[in-house]
């Protein structure tokens, strides 16, 4: 069974603050994703990575860097907290192929005040 | 790049009644078709996919049908249970040459009513 955690489930940070979010996933997986999810506009993805030390932009990179030091770890840098990333953070792992679901991890709710 | 329109954004039905949820993408390269289902305070959890080889799939009271011509794929629920109450998100993907990555529709909020 694909497990993939992330560090907190719930997290409060002040603005300006920097903050990381990470996730693990123990299925070997090529390819990473973090969304963040706001209510009425889906999963908005922020940046994936296909392979360590390799990332690339998604629709929503702003205000935001990744880390992917190791295939199984891939972290979200928020490098100065601001109360409009107040969202619900998710991670996402999938195998290389032609066609593969995503699995998810459990969510980080952040809130920056 | 590809974009994905889900409708309706919400949708109520009594228990017992069918649910449909509709989703249109632009990229006529995408191949791959997943629906996600979120319950309340959980993870997204993949329930039905299609590839672009199939025009429609079914498990049990869920069904996917896909028109790639027209460029749009459903969701179908029969006999509707409370337990089905959830958000849905469509998702569309080109698959191996993008490492997965989806684009997601903004989902649908079903609600069941016993």
């Known amino acids: 069974d694909v497990k993939v955690t992330q560090s907190s489930r719930y997290l409060v940070k002040r603005t300006g603050e920097k903050v990381f979010l990470e996730c693990v996933q123990d299925?070997?997986?090529?390819?990473m994703f973090w969304y963040r999810q706001d209510p009425g506009l889906g999963l908005r993805l922020i940046y994936f990575s296909y392979d360590v030390k390799m990332k690339e932009k998604g629709d929503i990179p702003e205000g935001y860097s990744v880390s992917r030091e190791k295939k199984e770890r891939f972290s979200l840098i928020l490098e100065s907290a601001s109360t409009n990333q107040t969202s619900m953070y998710l991670c996402?792992?999938?195998?290389?192929?032609?066609?593969?679901?995503?699995?998810f991890g459990p969510g980080t709710r952040l809130t920056v005040t | 790049g590809e974009n994905v329109e889900q409708h309706p954004s919400t949708l109520s039905v009594q228990e017992g009644d069918s649910a449909v949820i509709k989703c249109t993408y632009s990229?006529?390269?995408?191949?791959?078709f997943p629906w996600y289902k979120q319950e309340l305070g959980k993870r997204p959890q993949l329930i039905i996919d299609?590839?672009?080889?199939?025009g429609e799939k079914k498990d049990q009271r869920i069904a996917v049908t896909l028109n790639k011509t027209a460029k749009h794929f459903s969701l179908h629920i029969t006999e509707t249970q409370p337990e089905d109450s959830a958000v849905y998100f469509c998702?569309?993907?080109?698959?191996?040459?993008?490492?997965?990555?989806?684009?997601f529709g903004d989902g649908t909020t079903l609600t069941v009513k016993p």
């Open positions: 299609i590839r672009s080889n199939v």
């Open positions: 996402a792992s999938t195998l290389t192929g032609i066609a593969n679901e995503q699995y």
């Open positions: 998702a569309a993907s080109i698959g191996i040459s993008n490492a997965g990555k989806s684009t």
């Open positions: 299925m070997d997986h090529e390819n």
């Open positions: 990229d006529s390269a995408s191949n791959y």
